[in-house]
């Protein structure tokens, strides 16, 4: 089993919809987990980080469920600008970060 | 402020050729990751270095890829000979320190290599 599983997608979703990824992982002691974006050949860029209770951003809401080891991202009122590859990522204790094979989303006008 | 630092951004080598990649983090992390990316997948860490001391590097094939962190700031990779399986995106990461609790990692641009 991989450490972090993501649906490749792509996810193709009309513009103003909204649209929710899931991510597990394996490790039942990893300590913090954050969603990463990724524009077409360019670097990842942290979206946010996601904590235990649950935390929004704006039309961002990245949520945690341990113990059924899983993360979602939730995108509302879904703009051209999020197309984008969506990395979910673990961290464990040692700080190192284990990345999934990312979401490519899609917003079509 | 001036994000990481990567050079060069483009790589065309030969197989069993050997290259190197140069990495400068922002100033004052401590922490410095070197990530393999392959199109389709997700960077995977190759090593991460706190200051000038070597915290994993597990994942680094080290019969062909070496780094350094002499002097805790810029850092390099080689790979010494190239494989066609090497063809791939080289990106260059830092973070404030292991024991900030600031995890935030911020990447460079990356260095793109293709082995012909």
């Known amino acids: 089993r991989k450490e972090v599983e993501q649906d490749p997608g792509p996810f193709n979703v009309p513009e103003g919809a909204t649209v929710a990824f899931n991510c597990t992982y394996s490790?039942?002691?990893?300590?913090?987990f954050f969603w990463y974006r990724q524009d077409c050949r360019k670097e990842p860029k942290l979206l946010m980080s996601?904590?235990?209770s649950g935390n929004e951003d704006g039309r961002f809401t990245a949520q945690l469920n341990r113990a059924s080891q899983y993360i979602s991202l939730l995108i509302r009122d879904s703009k051209l600008s999020d197309s984008a590859t969506y990395l979910c990522?673990?961290?464990?204790?040692?700080?190192?970060?284990?990345f999934g094979t990312g979401t490519r989303l899609t917003i079509i006008p | 402020e001036a994000g990481v630092a990567q050079s060069p951004r483009y790589k065309i080598i030969e197989k069993r050729q050997s290259v190197a990649f140069w990495c400068n983090p922002i100033s004052g992390h401590a922490t410095l990751y070197w990530y393999q990316q392959i199109l389709g997948q997700g960077p995977k860490l190759l090593i991460q270095f706190q200051n000038n001391g070597v915290v994993d590097d597990s994942q680094l094939p080290k019969d062909r890829f070496s780094a350094e962190r002499l002097k805790g700031v810029d850092s390099t990779l080689k790979i010494q000979p190239a494989k066609l399986e090497d063809s791939a995106v080289y990106l260059c990461?830092?973070?404030?320190?292991?024991?900030?609790?600031?995890?935030?990692?911020?990447f460079g641009p990356g260095t793109r290599l293709t082995v012909t």
């Open positions: 490790n039942s002691a990893s300590q913090s």
């Open positions: 996601v904590y235990s």
């Open positions: 990461a830092s973070s404030l320190s292991l024991t900030s609790g600031y995890y935030e990692q911020y």
């Open positions: 990522v673990v961290m464990a204790r040692n700080e190192k970060l284990t």
